[in-house]
């Protein structure tokens, strides 16, 4: 098994669809980490990812976790911030597969109990 398929299996996966497709979707792990947040680019603009990160918030409360972080790219960075998530790090030196580089951003987002 690969580190891939590792992760895959320990994070629950919120899956958006619209008519009947898959246009997005979040993952959470056991700790916190929202490891992913992916909307396909025909469904950007809608809402998509406000509606995944608050499943995952909703998740993360009822497993009594008090906090969600994440590492987002460039890009993903305004809509985490809209979705309450603070920058604590940027990484400008984050290495990714094959040694390539990719800034990104360690944020973080306190959970209110509701």
Do not use: I
Request: include cysteine; charge should be neutral.
């Amino acid at each position: 098994m690969t580190g891939w398929d590792v992760r895959r299996r320990e994070a629950a996966t919120v899956l958006a669809e619209s008519d009947g497709e898959v246009v997005g979707f979040s993952d959470l792990r056991h700790d916190g980490l929202v490891d992913m947040l992916f909307v396909h680019p025909r469904a950007g603009g809608r809402g998509v990812a406000r509606m995944l990160v608050e499943a995952v918030q909703a998740d993360a409360r009822s497993r009594g976790l008090t906090m969600l972080r994440t590492f987002a790219s460039r890009s993903a960075k305004p809509a985490f911030e809209r979705l309450g998530f603070s920058v604590v790090e940027y990484r400008p030196d984050n290495t990714a597969r094959n040694g390539v580089v990719v800034p990104n951003y360690e944020m973080r987002c306190v959970l209110s109990p509701e």
